[in-house]
Nanobody, 127 residues
Framework: QVRLVESGGGSAQAGGSLRLSCAAS????????MGWFRQAPGKEREFVAA????????DYADSVKGRFTISRDHAKNVMFLQMNSLKPDDTGVYYC????????????????????WGQGTQVTVSS
């Protein structure tokens, strides 16, 4: 069974930091593009960050550029999202996603680009 499991969510004060992890099991995603998305209450799921299959390139939503960093450990089948200078607008459920396709070159910014999803982890930032 293929699973993506997020962890590291929780509560933080504005200006604080959190580090999310996404652990994959059941299949190696070492050669798969991966990404992070989030969904705030009453809003649609939105793109946060993406990383190429070989970690050679990354991309971020304008709202998190300069504050968030996506990375991955290919050997351990784990992806991370370091979130610094958190803002109340960062509050939401954060989901990790992995693409399983022969078309794996480049960055993928849309939810429909991804095949597997985690269950999400809550991040709450208070002012």
């Amino acid at each position: 069974q293929v699973r993506l499991v997020e962890s590291g969510g929780g509560s933080a004060q504005a200006g604080g930091s959190l580090r999310l992890s996404c652990a994959a099991s059941g299949r190696s995603f070492a050669s798969s593009p991966m990404g992070w998305f989030r969904q705030a209450p009453g809003k649609e799921r939105e793109f946060v960050a993406a990383i190429t299959w070989n970690s050679g390139n990354t991309d971020y939503a304008d709202s998190v550029k300069g504050r968030f960093t996506i990375s991955r450990d290919h050997a351990k089948n784990v992806m991370f999202l370091q979130m610094n200078s958190l803002k109340p607008d960062d509050t939401g459920v954060y989901y990790c996603a992995a693409r399983w396709s022969e078309d794996r070159r480049g960055l993928f910014l849309k939810a429909d680009d991804y095949t597997y999803w985690g269950q999400g982890t809550q991040v709450t930032v208070s002012s």
